[in-house]
Every structure is written in structure tokens, then in C-alpha cells.
């Protein structure tokens, strides 16, 4: 019994001992809270500080207002085009706007922005637009007019660096219905080693023009003088125009009225006629393409055209006359006041689009124009509209003929081709006439007389 009773108080000693051990390993007890200090008067209310500037760590990303806005644009398949596939994918990195790019051809472009424009619905919120559809836009109201952002906007869009020509690219009656995109020179583009060879030089008149591309014809057929645009709608039509504005004569007279069928106008047609006699075979067909691959594949010594195709003739993927080519200025008739045509794009706004798709297209107006972006828009093949583009000395070594379109834009002719609104009917009547008086189905005279007379029943 004395044995139990000794190991329970055994048992009861070894369990005190436990507890207090753990006691000891216990956090210590806080001590009790010291008497507060007496509160002191407050303080006279200061201005807060101004926060301070966050860390780049801790910057947030910059606000993208536009984040998902989807936007459709319709553009020609000139040269540009590439611009537009290089710098739309870094305007979405940066804003957030998803532009899809639908690429047309110039017949297509115009059919499927009149019904869209005529229908109201809203399938392309940008568009490219030719010089020439200015005033036709304006008049229906199909483009939005961009006057209320460009003067919301003017601090930002360095407005006095664009040409003055280039304005012509979308202005009708003192409103913009476009804004400048892509300026075009009306150039003489010639083979330097076959002049040269020759012992030619570069025409500086429409008369040596023609004696040129009469000795640089060669009879076996292994060099053309000239090509020249001959198919039968807008690219005959166009072609006689610059060669209409180049000796001094005009579509309208001098109250605005149409008057193709002129003494003047029909001289310049069998002028037009005669450079036919030295392009190649087939040039009455000719579209701009076609044109262009005459010359890039060296069948020609020299052509008229637009300098956005310039950039392409050094490209050795598509051009087999890479270092051959010079440009100046197009010939203009002997004793003339130099004037050089120009001509291009501008870039609308639909106006029946959503008014947020119409603001995020501005932005991407604004960006495309910017000083800035202009440069790599002139590296991926599009075209001059400022004169800080013209005269960089960066772009200038990279494009040694840009003193040339310096000068035909300072001198340049937006209105040769008449912007008004009823030039579609102008163009067509030519280009169907002109075409015939180049495959012989019309004289000279009764050729302007009908397009002439097809102008005025279709204007009544």
C-alpha cells in the first residue's frame, strides 16, 4: 500500500515538474500599457502635397480610351497598301484598335464604297479616297467632315508642315471630307544607261518627249520609246488628262463648265495619239499595272507616272532595271509656265459609322500623319504629304529623287483632273472615247464631240 501511495506522489511530482517546464517556454506576458501622454493641441489643417511621382515600377499602363474597337478600312492595292499591312498591327499594339485591311482595286474600291455609302451601312468605317472623288463625297455627304477634329486636334497635327498641294487630297468648299495620305507627282521616270547610249538627255518638253521616244524605238522591237495607259475607262482618261494639263489646255473652261470638245483639246488628243505609235504592242490595253511592268521589265526608255512607283524600280524582286533609273520633272509643252500634275489619296471617315468607331478612326488618322510615323510609312512604301518628309536628311539619302518631288509639289496641279462632283461622268465619257480615237474607231474631233456630248446629257 505504501508502495502505491509513493508513486502516485511520484506521479504527481513528475507532472508539476512537466507543466512548469512548459511555462517556461511560453511567450512572456506583455506588460501592462503605460498612462497614455496627454493629447496634444491639433495642428492648423495644411493643403495636402502634391502626391509623389510613382516609381517606374510602380507606373500603370498608359489608357488605351479605344481597347477593342473594331474598325474595318478599304484601301486601293497602290504601293501604300504595304504601309498599311507593316504599321496597322503596331497602331493596335499601341491603342488597342483592331483594324481589319480589306485591299480592292480601283474599279472595286469605288463600286463597293458607293453602295455602302448610298446603303448606309456602315461596312467600311475608313476608306482611301482618290483625289478626284472629293467633291463627289462632299456633295452626297458620304465622308464625315473632319474640320471639328482637325480643330479640336490642330495642336497636335503640326498642320503647316502638310504641302498645300496636298490638301487637294480631300478638301472640297473649304471642308475636309478627307485627310492627306499619300501625295503623288506626275514624274518622268527614264532609263538613265539607254539615254545615255542614246546621247540623249531628259526631256524638258512635251516636244522633246516625242522626238525622244521616236529614236528610242528600236525596229527589231527590243526597246519602246514610251508607255502610256490605253484601256478603255479611267486609266485612258486619266493618262489624256495629264497630258491635257501638261500643254497648258483644261476640262473645264473658265466658269467651270465642262468643255472637253475644244480646237486645243483635240490637238492634244492627236498629240496623245502620236506617242501610241512608239509604246509596245498593246499599250491601247494598258492599265497601271501593265504600264508599270513595261517598264520594270526594261521593254521601255521612259514613262510618265506616279512617283509612288519610283521606291519599286530599285526593288530586285520585281524590277529587272535596279540602279538604271533617274526621274525629273514632267515635261510640260515648250514656253509653258511649269505646272506638275498631282494627284494621290486622302483617307475618310464613313459618316454613317458608330461616332466611337469615327473617333478611334481620327486616332488612327492622327497617328498615321504624325511626323513621326511618316517616316517608316516612306520605308514601307507609302507617300509623301509633309515637307519635313520631303527634306529629311535621313529620307533623302535613302530617296535621292525626293528633291524632285519637292519641287512638283511645290508646283504641283491638284485640279487638272476636275474634282468636282461630277467628274465620274467626265471619266467615263473620256475613257470611252479616247480609247476608241486610240484603236481608230473615232477621229480626233468626233471623238471629243461625243464625249462632249455624253457629259451633258448625263449632267442634265
Known amino acids: 500500500m505504501h508502495t502505491k501511495i509513493f508513486r502516485t506522489i511520484s506521479m504527481l511530482i513528475l507532472l508539476m515538474v512537466m507543466f512548469v517546464s512548459l511555462l517556461g517556454c511560453a511567450p512572456a506576458a506583455t506588460e501592462a500599457p503605460k498612462p497614455a501622454e496627454p493629447t496634444k493641441p491639433a495642428e492648423p489643417t495644411k493643403a495636402p502635397e502634391k502626391p509623389a511621382e510613382p516609381t ?58 458607293t453602295a455602302d455609302f ?3 451601312t456602315a461596312q467600311y468605317d475608313l476608306m482611301t479616297v482618290d483625289i478626284v472623288w472629293s467633291g463627289e463625297y462632299a456633295k452626297n ?84 520609246g514610251i508607255a502610256l495607259l490605253g484601256a478603255k475607262g479611267p486609266a485612258v482618261a486619266q493618262d489624256y488628262m495629264a497630258w491635257v494639263q501638261q500643254h497648258g489646255g483644261s476640262i ?23 506617242l501610241f505609235k512608239y509604246a509596245p504592242p498593246g499599250a491601247t490595253d494598258y492599265w497601271w499595272d501593265q504600264r508599270e511592268t513595261a517598264f520594270r521589265d526594261g521593254q521601255v526608255a521612259m514613262m510618265e507616272g506616279w512617283s509612288i512607283a519610283r521606291a519599286g524600280y530599285e526593288n530586285p524582286e520585281i524590277s529587272k532595271i535596279v540602279g538604271k533609273v533617274d526621274i525629273t520633272v514632267a515635261p510640260v509643252s515648250k514656253g509653258m509656265e511649269p505646272k506638275y500634275g498631282f494627284g494621290g489619296w486622302g483617307i475618310g471617315i464613313n459618316a454613317a459609322s458608330d461616332p466611337k468607331k469615327q473617333e478611334a478612326a481620327w486616332e488612327f488618322i492622327k497617328w498615321l500623319t504624325s511626323p513621326e510615323i511618316q517616316k517608316e510609312w516612306i520605308r ?54 479616247v480609247n476608241a480615237y486610240l484603236v481608230g474607231q473615232e477621229t480626233a474631233e468626233s471623238a471629243l464631240e461625243k464625249a462632249q456630248a455624253q457629259v451633258e446629257a448625263n449632267m442634265k
Open 118 to 120: 448610298v446603303g448606309k
Open 380 to 433: 514601307h512604301d507609302g507617300a509623301p504629304i509633309r515637307r519635313s518628309t520631303l527634306e529629311d536628311p535621313e529620307l533623302n539619302k535613302e530617296y535621292p529623287w525626293f528633291p524632285v518631288l519637292l519641287k512638283s509639289f511645290e508646283k504641283g496641279d491638284g485640279d487638272y483632273r476636275p474634282r468636282i462632283p461630277e467628274y465620274s461622268i467626265i471619266q467615263d465619257a473620256l475613257g470611252t472615247y
Open 141 to 224: 455627304q458620304y465622308t464625315l467632315p473632319l474640320d471639328d477634329f482637325m480643330a479640336r486636334d490642330k495642336d497636335q497635327l503640326q498642320l503647316d508642315d502638310i504641302m498645300p498641294v496636298s490638301w487637294t487630297l480631300g478638301e472640297w468648299e473649304g471642308k475636309h471630307w478627307a485627310y492627306p495620305l499619300a501625295g503623288y507627282a506626275n514624274v518622268l521616270n527614264y532609263r538613265k544607261d539607254v539615254l545615255e547610249e542614246a546621247g540623249i538627255k531628259p526631256p524638258a518638253t512635251q516636244e522633246e518627249l516625242l522626238e525622244a521616244a521616236k529614236k528610242l524605238t528600236k525596229p527589231d522591237g527590243s526597246m519602246y
Open 252 to 274: 473645264l473652261d473658265k466658269d467651270g463648265k465642262v468643255a472637253i470638245n475644244t480646237p486645243q483639246n483635240v490637238e492634244i488628243l492627236k498629240f496623245f495619239g502620236e
Open 56 to 113: 517606374k515600377a510602380a507606373e500603370q499602363p498608359a489608357a488605351k480610351p479605344f481597347e477593342g474597337v473594331e474598325l474595318t478600312l478599304a484601301s486601293m492595292t497602290d504601293q501604300y497598301v504595304t504601309a498599311f499591312r507593316y504599321l496597322i498591327p503596331i497602331f493596335k499594339q499601341e491603342t488597342g484598335i483592331d483594324i481589319t485591311l480589306d485591299e480592292l482595286g480601283y474599279v472595286d474600291l469605288y463600286q463597293k464604297l
